[in-house]
Structures are given as C-alpha cells and as structure tokens.
C-alpha cells in the first residue's frame, strides 16, 4: 500500500513546567534551532503532507517572531487548557481548511523533534488501510513493578504486554474530533488521542518505533538531545 495523504496537528500550548526553564520547552534551542523548529522539519517536506496545523497560546510570545510562524505551509490554531483542548481546536481548524471526516491526521507533540522519517514513514505504511488508526509506540524494556500505598512491590507486571505511547498518534479526523470532543464533554482525562478512541470503543494499533522518539521533558532530555545530534543526528 502506498503512503496516504495526511494532516498534521502539533500541540505547543504547554508552558513546560517540568522543564524549569524561562520559557515554554518547545521555544529552547538545540542544534542552533528552537525544538519547535526541528519538530516541524520532522514533516514539512514530507511528499504526502496536506498540511499543517500548530496550536499555539493566545498569549505566545515567541511563536510570532520565528520564521516558521510566516511560513504559508503552516496554520495557527488556538491553544487550550490541556493538551486535548489544544488537540480539538487544531482539529477543528483542519475542518476549517478543507479537511475531510475521512482524511487522516497525524497529531505530534511539539516537544519530539527527533521523529524518524523511517518511523513517520513506517505509521503511515502500516495503518493506510486500517480502520481504526493506531500510534507509534515503543515496547517496555525494564522489568516493571506494581507499587503498593507503601512504596512496596505489590507484583512483578508482564512486560511483554505493556508499552509506552509516543507521537505521532494516526487516525480519521472525523472519528478523533468526535471521540475527543465526547470524552471532553464527559470529562474522560484524556492525555492521548489514543486514549479517545480507545473510550469510543475501538482499538489503535500498535506500530513499533524507535525509542530515541523522546518527549523532552526534563532539562537532561535536552542534554541528551544535544549530545546526540553532536554525534550525528538519527
Ligand atoms: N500542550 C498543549 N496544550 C496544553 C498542554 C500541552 O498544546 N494545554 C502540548 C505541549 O506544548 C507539548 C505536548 O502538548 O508539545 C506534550 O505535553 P507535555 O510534554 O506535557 O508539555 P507541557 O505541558 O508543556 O509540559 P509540562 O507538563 O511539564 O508542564
Ligand atoms: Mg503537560
């Protein structure tokens, strides 16, 4: 099957708190280039990209002043409270661009520029003819314990089965902006879209990829971002 066109939503509404920095995690540097930067460039030039949406805080200082912000390829969106918030509202400016119900849309956290072309290229391979979508994710590698109220192993968990969620997320724009905004309104913690549609009753597939796909989080994921692309990058 070859590779579907598809629309990309990048939440960077968050302010980045685990982080300590002086501003939002997406806005610091690495490699010359603020994080958003890099994370775009994950699919800018991608053949099949139909386009692009950021969701950016109503009140952002920095999103204006990059270069990417006047790029014509990318649209802005409005920020929300959570990052599901932030989701919807880039979802519903998909609708807005021409998007349809059954087009396929790719949501990528702004703080995970070190996605693959491999990895995006082997999600959209693997799901175009899914009917559910599904997610890159990555296969737990440490044995995993079960903490009881003390701080005390309760039981040794089954690694084989658990694994850990990563971005981008595929699925039809239509189905996710139905099954997010439904678990919003009955206030379902969602913190990924997965999540959503796993609540609407269906089951995203999994698709393995690479486990340096990381979120920064804390200030030693920049550090360990910065030492791997100074020792070339992917
Ligand atoms: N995000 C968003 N809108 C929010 C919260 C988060 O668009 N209201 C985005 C972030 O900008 C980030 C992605 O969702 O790209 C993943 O969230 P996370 O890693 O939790 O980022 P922050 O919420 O910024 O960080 P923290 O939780 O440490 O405050
Ligand atoms: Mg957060």
Redesign the pocket.
Known sequence: MSQPAFWVVI?????????RADR???YLQVAGRCIIEHTLDCFLDHPTLAGLVV?VAADDPYWPGLPCASDPRIQRAP?????C??VLSGLQRLGLLGAADQDWVLVH???RPNLAREDLDKLLHELAADPVGGLLAVPARDTLKRADADGRVAETVDRSVIWQAFTPQMFRLGMLRNALGAALGDGVPVTDEASAIEWAGYSPKLVEGRADNL?V?RPEDLRWLAQCWNTGRQ
């Open positions: 939440p960077a509404a968050g302010v980045g708190s685990r982080m939002p995690k997406q969701c920020g929300g409270r959570e990052r918030d932030s956290d702004a703080a979120k989080t």
